[in-house]
């Protein structure tokens, strides 16, 4: 499955070096058009077998900016997602 980044971000670049396979692309990049980060959800692994957590919501400074897709989108779901919609990273 994947993660999905909000209208909330900041372009701050945080998260972008930290996906390990690449599913970040800048506000440049965004296929969307939106002035915003994005991720290719069928790029998108949720760092399983890679990390713990979700590389890019940990270093997202934005709270709340990262949060789970809907189910069925992108192949590899990691056991420990939460509902689609909610943060990645809760405080
Ligand atoms: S959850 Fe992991 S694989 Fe998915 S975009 Fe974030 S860093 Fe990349
Ligand atoms: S780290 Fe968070 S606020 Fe910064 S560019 Fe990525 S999603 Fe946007």
Redesign the pocket.
Known sequence: MAVK??D?????????D?CPVEA?V?NDENPTGED??YVYSDKCVECVDHHDSPA??D????EG??VWDEPGVGSVESPDRGQAGTPVVED
Not at 59 to 62: E, H, L, Q, V
């Open positions: 980044i909000t909330i971000c900041i372009s701050c670049d945080a998260c972008l930290e970040i800048d915003i980060y890019c919501a270093a997202c400074p934005t900016c990262i």
